[in-house]
């Protein structure tokens, strides 16, 4: 049997190097890109009971209390799980190129290093020492308002959101939900379709569109919408920390 360090290591590195232009593109074209089986069935299956060890979290938010939709989640605690930590290290290198060009293109001064721990550095530097990964829980009727993972100064701006639930069979409806506000014109509203274990990458506030005098900025929101049945858990990937 492989040892979980192996293990680990295997889920930090499945999506292909050459799987990333394919979502520089589309991030840059809609605001979200989908990595498929970015975890296996039992991955997804062990984070989902990490739930209930109360020993693994720094928070626990039930959401109804503050009108964030209904349901609840989980900040981990340092340190983090090893796939956790393990996912967060090794997709942050992958993104950091389109984050720092979605800065320049929005003329933001910040830019973001290639390995996440300097990054993790300067938010801690700056007083967000508090780790933001987190288990999502939702039954039925629960549902996520539209919200941004902002938390302080220092923002990365891509987040990544990984199904542990097979929908059709642990629940019904609860589909991640992104809306575009767009400048001059109304929101555009995007359903993302998610399988078991795969990842969602997208947008944590504002992202650059070209238009015909150049980029201009528009404001992401994300959300799940309302379950009808069942149970669905997902696992929050934001790769600064909070204040």
Same mark, same amino acid.
Request: hydrophobic share 40%; proline share 6%.
């Given at each position: 049997?492989?040892?979980?360090?192996?293990?680990? =290591?295997? /889920?930090?590195?499945?999506?292909?190097? &050459?799987?990333?232009? %394919?979502?520089? *593109?589309?991030?840059?074209? #809609?605001?979200?890109?989908?990595?498929?089986?970015?975890?296996?069935?039992?991955?997804?299956?062990?984070?989902?009971?990490?739930?209930?060890?109360?020993?693994?979290?720094?928070?626990?938010?039930?959401?109804?209390?503050?009108?964030?939709?209904?349901?609840?989640?989980?900040?981990?605690?340092?340190?983090?799980?090893?796939?956790?930590?393990?996912?967060?290290?090794?997709?942050?290198?992958?993104?950091?190129?389109?984050?720092?060009?979605?800065?320049?293109?929005?003329?933001?001064?910040?830019?973001?290093?290639?390995? =996440?721990? /300097?990054?993790?550095?300067?938010?801690? &530097?700056?007083?967000? %020492?508090?780790? *933001?990964?987190?288990?999502? #829980?939702?039954?039925?009727?629960?549902?996520?308002?539209?919200?941004?993972?902002?938390?302080?100064?220092?923002?990365?701006?891509?987040?990544?959101?990984?199904?542990?639930?097979?929908?059709?069979?642990?629940?019904?409806?609860?589909?991640?939900?992104?809306?575009?506000?767009?400048?001059?014109?109304?929101?555009?509203?995007?359903?993302?379709?998610?399988?078991?274990?795969?990842?969602?990458?997208?947008?944590?506030?504002?992202?650059?569109?070209?238009?015909?005098?150049?980029?201009?900025?528009?404001?992401?929101?994300?959300?799940?919408?309302?379950?009808?049945?069942?149970?669905?858990?997902?696992?929050?990937?934001?790769?600064?920390?909070?204040?």
């Amino acid at each position: 049997m492989r040892n979980i360090a192996t293990r680990v =290591h295997e /889920a930090g590195v499945r999506v292909r190097p &050459a799987d990333w232009a %394919t979502v520089s *593109t589309e991030v840059d074209d #809609q605001g979200w890109s989908v990595l498929p089986k970015l975890l296996s069935t039992q991955e997804c299956d062990a984070l989902a009971r990490r739930f209930d060890r109360e020993e693994d979290f720094r928070s626990h938010v039930v959401m109804a209390r503050h009108g964030f939709g209904r349901g609840e989640y989980k900040y981990f605690a340092y340190p983090l799980p090893p796939l956790v930590e393990n996912l967060r290290t090794n997709l942050y290198p992958h993104l950091a190129p389109i984050a720092n060009r979605w800065h320049e293109a929005m003329g933001g001064d910040a830019r973001f290093p290639d390995d =996440h721990a /300097a990054f993790i550095a300067r938010c801690h &530097a700056a007083g967000q %020492t508090r780790p *933001t990964p987190l288990l999502l #829980q939702y039954g039925e009727d629960d549902y996520n308002a539209l919200h941004q993972d902002l938390y302080g100064e220092h923002v990365f701006p891509l987040q990544i959101a990984i199904l542990l639930s097979e929908p059709g069979k642990d629940f019904e409806g609860g589909e991640f939900v992104l809306t575009e506000q767009r400048p001059r014109m109304q929101s555009r509203a995007m359903v993302v379709p998610l399988s078991q274990g795969d990842a969602v990458v997208f947008a944590v506030n504002n992202r650059p569109v070209q238009g015909k005098r150049g980029a201009y900025r528009v404001k992401l929101r994300h959300g799940v919408s309302k379950l009808r049945a069942g149970h669905r858990h997902t696992l929050g990937i934001i790769f600064h920390d909070a204040t």
